[in-house]
């Protein structure tokens, strides 16, 4: 088992940033690869970021590239999202989420988090 916490969610004003910290127990931390995922209400979880477990491997959706940086310290068992030059658009609860690859679809993951909260306002 791996447990996720996620912490540095909040309200921000379009064009802010924020960085969000998951932070995991249980099972080594360095064997799993990491994801970020969002779910606005009314809509599919989404992917957003996934880092492989050395860091050397990262994948970003589209509307997030050039915006967003996942990164992780393995030492700290910790994953971070750093959010900048936020959007409206980006209000969502934030997931992270543990997998054995890098991965971008959700099925693929087998440990979640319980969100934190991402509002943009404009």
């Known amino acids: 088992q791996v447990q996720l916490v996620e912490s540095g969610g909040g309200l921000v004003q379009a064009g802010g940033s924020l960085r969000l910290s998951c932070a995991a127990s249980?099972?080594?931390?360095?064997?799993?690869?990491m994801g970020w995922f969002r779910q606005a209400p009314g809509k599919e979880r989404e992917f957003v970021a996934a880092i492989s477990w050395s860091g050397g491997n990262t994948y970003y959706a589209d509307s997030v590239k050039g915006r967003f940086t996942i990164s992780r310290d393995n030492a700290k068992n910790t994953v971070y999202l750093q959010m900048n030059s936020l959007k409206p658009e980006d209000t969502a609860v934030y997931y992270c989420?543990?997998?054995?690859?890098?991965?971008?679809?959700?099925?693929?993951?087998?440990?979640w988090g319980q969100g934190t909260q991402v509002t943009v306002s404009s």
């Open positions: 989420a543990a997998a054995l690859r890098l991965e971008i679809v959700s099925y693929e993951y087998d440990y």
């Open positions: 249980g099972r080594t931390f360095s064997n799993y690869a």
